[in-house]
């Protein structure tokens, strides 16, 4: 019997049996410098190299293919599994983890002051995939991970959607059902007249406004942004788009896009920061 014919009945008599010879768990530790150009005194500089015998590999290879095999065949992986599964690899699970949180998005500007109870399950639910990405562990605070991702809470979330949708409207005009839902203070009763203040519902309103309404979510969160977020480029522009509008009249007065001063990409960029620096107070 040749030398492969020996190894491979000793390797079918391991898997056969449900036995792996104790000898062939040992190994030899030896450390190997990680760069030559570390200082060799240093014990961190080292990584520790486990030496096993070749018999030892050639049975967990045999073992790995098989199991490779059979787990995904009868459905014994968990679909999100990524480690060690072919086609598989950590840049596939961001891939994912990234597309679930743009679902996670996904009309949550309807989520405007929710309970807080509820907003925190929402938040919880967002922690998970943020431990996942900088491995932070269940023990720890997840604040530090959320920060070094740039990811804002769950509120700020929210508060973004809605004041980008109503930057939106007020540039566009369009939609105009949204557009037709919220007015604009005249220049004569603005506090400053270079920027853009939405206006409180007139009492002839004939629909019932809530707080989670887009009309009360607009209203109460643009007023709040500061001022070079909501600085037109002159005042002949707020005095040409000033509207008092009821929602389904007919005789709504037709109104022109408001011209900031800061453009679409820009507004984004500093009302995230803002939203940032509200998600984590300094």
């Known amino acids: 019997m040749n030398m492969s014919s020996r190894w491979l009945n000793i390797v079918n008599l391991s898997l056969s049996s449900d ?3 104790p000898i062939l768990k ?7 410098l990680k760069k030559c150009t570390l200082d060799k005194d240093q014990i961190s500089n080292y990584c520790p190299i ?19 095999d059979f787990l995904p065949s009868n459905n014994l992986l968990n679909p999100h599994q990524s480690a060690y599964c072919k086609h598989h690899s950590t840049k596939t699970a961001l891939l994912y983890i990234h597309e679930q949180l743009s679902k996670f998005d996904y009309c949550n500007s309807l989520y405007y002051n929710l309970p807080e109870y509820q907003l925190n399950r929402l938040q919880l ?9 900088v491995r932070t562990p269940k023990s720890s605070h997840i604040t530090p991970a959320l920060r070094s991702l740039q990811w804002l809470k769950i509120k700020e979330r929210i508060d973004y959607k809605i ?6 409207v007020l540039t566009t005009t369009k939609p105009s059902y949204l557009y037709d839902l919220i007015s604009l203070q005249p220049l004569r009763s603005t506090r400053s ?10 009492s002839n309103f004939s629909l019932k406004v809530n707080n989670c309404s887009f009309r009360h979510a607009s209203l109460r969160l ?9 600085q037109l480029v002159d005042d002949e522009s707020l005095s040409q788009s000033s509207h008092f509008s009821i929602t389904g009249s007919s005789s709504s007065p037709s109104s022109s896009p408001l011209s900031l001063c800061i453009t679409l990409s820009l ?7 803002y939203l940032f620096h509200k998600s984590f107070p300094t």
């Open 26 to 32: 040992e190994s030899t530790i030896s450390p190997l």
């Open 222 to 230: 643009w007023n709040e942004l500061p001022k070079e977020l909501r």
């Open 267 to 273: 507004f984004h960029s500093r009302l995230k920061t």
């Open 193 to 202: 007249s270079d920027v853009v203040t939405l206006a409180r519902l007139s």
């Open 19 to 21: 036995q792996f010879h």
């Open 125 to 133: 639910i967002k922690n998970s995939p943020a431990r996942a990405v």
């Open 163 to 168: 004041l980008y949708l109503t930057n939106k």
């Open 50 to 68: 486990s030496i096993l015998f070749l018999l030892s590999k050639i049975i967990e290879r045999v073992v790995k293919s098989r199991l490779t």
